[in-house]
């Protein structure tokens, strides 16, 4: 069984920049959320993928947007970064279910702004 | 409103000594509850979850936590620690909601095994 990848591992970027960060979900998985960990915190929730639908979200920007592919693979996109995006991002997956399902959770890409 | 305290930022305990992380939570409704480790440079690791039914509830790794609903709590325990334990600890409630099944976790408790 694979579990969740994420990619890249690190990624430096400038003020006003956008990225792109990618995560491929674990076998058998078709719910796909993403979190941000700002240093030294918890994990924040970003929104969720389920059948490449928006099926929820956080207290972020729309700045903030995602993708979710047939495969349900996932992708996050930042637009106009700022130095306060710099954190480690979080992929996980899970079996849709509801509240109760279990979300494994990727290596994370560490993402600095400059 | 769901939230999750995790009151201790650090925890010490010696090899081989029980040890306890605390954490209590506040949500809405029936609350499904989990524990995370996270090492360095790492993403986070699920070690066990509370749903229903049994208030005492074994996971990875020797782990166990148990579930007080009066005093909404789920603390994580483990009789006899080991150096290998030492990492970065979330505890993380799931509101029983339609929707997203997002995580809504602590700010995590630092252990550290000593030998």
């Known amino acids: 069984e694979t579990g969740v990848t994420q990619s890249p591992t690190h990624l430096i970027k400038t003020r006003g920049q956008q990225v792109t960060l990618r995560c491929s979900s674990q076998?058998?998985?078709?719910?796909v959320s993403w979190y941000q960990q700002a240093l030294g915190q918890g994990p924040q929730f970003i929104f969720q993928?389920?059948?490449?639908?928006?099926?929820g979200r956080g207290n972020f920007p729309p700045r903030f947007s995602g993708l979710q592919f047939p495969n349900y693979s996932s992708e996050l996109n930042v637009n106009a970064l700022e130095l306060d995006d710099s954190a480690l991002y979080l992929c996980?997956?899970?079996?849709?279910?509801?509240?109760?399902?279990?979300?494994?959770f990727g290596p994370g890409t560490r993402l600095l702004v400059l | 409103a769901q939230s999750v305290a995790q009151p201790e930022d650090q925890v010490n305990v010696a090899e081989g000594n029980p040890l306890t992380v605390k954490c209590t939570y506040s949500?809405?409704?029936?609350?499904?509850l989990f524990w995370y480790v996270q090492y360095p440079n790492r993403g986070l690791q699920f070690l066990l979850k509370?749903?229903?039914?049994?208030?005492l509830v074994k996971g990875s790794y020797g782990f166990e936590a148990e579930f007080n609903k009066s005093q909404t709590s789920f603390h994580l325990k483990k009789p006899s620690a080991l150096v290998s334990d030492s990492a970065l600890y979330f505890c993380?409630?799931?509101?029983?909601?339609?929707?997203?099944?997002?995580?809504?976790f602590g700010t995590g408790t630092r252990l550290t095994v000593i030998p």
């Open positions: 996980a997956s899970s079996e849709p279910g509801g509240p109760g399902e279990t979300q494994y």
């Open positions: 076998s058998g998985h078709n719910t």
């Open positions: 993928y389920y059948r490449e639908e928006e099926n």
């Open positions: 949500v809405s409704g029936n609350p499904y």
């Open positions: 509370y749903i229903t039914g049994d208030n």
């Open positions: 993380a409630v799931s509101p029983d909601q339609t929707g997203a099944n997002n995580l809504f």
